[in-house]
């Protein structure tokens, strides 16, 4: 089992900046792709980023690129998502999700989850 504490949400005015941080826990060494998604009122779960837990690679939601970076400190077994230039429609719950798999981007493959953390942008 794996267990995924997410931080460092909140309110920020628009074209602000904010990181969020995933902490985890328990059987990290099974873990091949760590991943943020986020889920808007009404609307489904979508990707975010993802970066290989055990290499550099990373992927982005075309709708991120540009405003987002991914990094993890495996010393510490964080991930992060640094969120610059935020736009009203980034507005969502942020989650941290954990794959054993080798598909980065598919939501259906993430096996664990932490329980997210707030996103609102606002002026």
């Known amino acids: 089992q794996v267990q995924l504490v997410e931080s460092g949400g909140g309110l920020v005015q628009p074209g602000g900046s904010l990181r969020l941080s995933c902490a985890a826990s328990?059987?990290?060494?099974?873990?091949?792709?760590m991943g943020w998604f986020r889920q808007a009122p009404g609307k489904e779960r979508e990707f975010v980023a993802a970066?290989?837990?055990?290499?550099?690679?990373?992927y982005y939601a075309d709708s991120v690129k540009g405003r987002f970076t991914i990094s993890r400190d495996n010393a510490k077994n964080t991930v992060y998502l640094q969120m610059n230039s935020l736009k009203p429609e980034d507005t969502a719950l942020y989650y941290c999700?954990?794959?054993?798999?080798?598909?980065?981007?598919?939501?259906?493959?993430?096996?664990?989850w932490g329980q997210g953390t707030q996103v609102t942008v606002s002026s």
């Open positions: 999700a954990a794959t054993t798999t080798s598909f980065a981007t598919m939501r259906e493959e993430y096996n664990y």
């Open positions: 328990g059987r990290t060494s099974s873990v091949r792709f």
């Open positions: 970066i290989r837990w055990g290499g550099a690679s990373t």
